[in-house]
């Protein structure tokens, strides 16, 4: 930006003034960070236990639909307007196609009954994809090896259309296949479902930092080969903007980019583009690499979470998805 006066110099000019105190800093911060900012992604599993802890993701649990329930409560309790559904399904009911995905009796659909009925106004957000569902691993249907793009969308379509007519409020496709929004909106639009929204994961990028989320949902051990030929070369940035462009031009009513803190560039960048409602994902990698720096007293917990939460807003978030909600939630106060 330029200004329209020649900037002052030394010793005029004395930056830190403006830092010299708690108040003039709070005075003049250009960003905030709010529990209205957070998503709380949930992992819920189809186990007999209420809360298994996640190995690799210290204080993250794969929870009954009961204690999703409880999750929410505490969610809406503490500010949080959302909470994001990831299942670990058991492994008997996994198949090539993810039948499991479209069970309107199934784990995630109970889940959004169980939340519904505990806490009517929390918003309640579905991932659509059937890696969590399928023996290979992967967010599409496979044949002879390859992840086939269109006949993985009617299956998309009808996994969506079976969250959003069971209450969810919002579905968020993961998948990266081409025309997904367009199948997904086209769904439920015949079905008179005009309300729900479609957050899509437009710039997912081929990641690392997936790892302990695999592990969480059972996926990583199924999985044959990667996910390259769908989700984006790390390399890239233009084709961001793209993927962006098309998501909302097939019916998208807000965009993510994942994973987070490795990506703020491209935040940046589909913000000031497109001026839609952003969200990223501060991924399960990332969050496991803060949590062992801070079990280590390598990292001041509180600290950490604000300073990079505060990184998202700064890069034009409107929100954020991380498994630090709670925890940043009670940081902020409500
Ligand atoms: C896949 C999906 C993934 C995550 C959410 N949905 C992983 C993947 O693409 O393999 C990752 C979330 C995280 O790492 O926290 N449908």
Redesign the pocket.
């Known amino acids: 930006m330029t200004q329209p006066f020649a900037p002052a110099a030394f010793p005029y000019a004395r930056p830190r003034r403006l830092r010299s105190s708690p108040w003039v800093r709070r005075l003049v911060a250009e960003t905030t960070l709010t529990p209205a900012d957070l998503i709380w992604?949930l992992i819920v599993h189809d186990g007999a236990e209420d809360r298994v802890p996640v190995a690799s993701m210290p204080g993250v649990f794969r929870l009954s639909p009961r204690a999703a329930a409880e999750a929410a409560k505490e969610a809406h309790a503490l500010g949080i307007p959302m909470v994001a559904l990831?299942p670990n399904i058991d492994g008997a009911i996994k198949d090539a196609v993810g039948t499991g995905a479209t069970d309107p009796d199934g784990l995630i659909p109970d889940c959004i009954r169980a939340i519904k009925d505990a806490v009517p106004d929390i918003g309640v957000m579905t991932?659509v994809?059937l890696?969590c569902y399928t023996d290979h691993g992967h967010?599409g249907v496979v044949e002879d090896g390859r992840v086939l793009n269109d006949a993985s969308l009617e299956r998309l379509a009808e996994q969506a259309f079976i969250h959003a007519h069971t209450g969810a409020d919002v579905v968020a496709p993961?998948?990266m296949m081409d025309g997904r929004v367009q199948a997904i909106r086209e769904a439920l639009e015949a079905n008179g479902l005009h309300d729900t929204m479609i957050l899509s994961y437009a710039a997912k990028f081929a990641s690392a930092?997936?790892g302990p989320?695999?592990d969480a949902v059972g996926s990583a051990a199924m999985l044959v080969g990667d996910?390259k030929t769908y989700?984006m070369d790390y390399a890239n940035s233009d084709e961001a903007l793209r993927e962006v462009a098309m998501d909302i031009s097939e019916g998208a009513d807000a965009v993510m980019v994942k994973p987070g803190m490795p990506y703020l560039d491209i935040v940046r960048r589909v913000h000031e583009t497109f001026r839609v409602p952003t969200f990223a994902?501060q991924?399960?990698?990332e969050y496991a690499m803060m949590q062992a720096s801070i079990a280590n007293g390598w990292l001041d917990q509180d600290r950490a979470i604000l300073e990079t939460l505060h990184g998202f807003k700064r890069a034009g978030c409107a929100g954020v998805l991380t498994y630090f909600a709670p925890k940043a939630a009670r940081l902020l106060g409500t």
């Open positions: 992604p990831f991932d994809a890696d967010d993961s998948d930092f997936y989320y695999r996910k989700q994902y991924v399960s990698g």
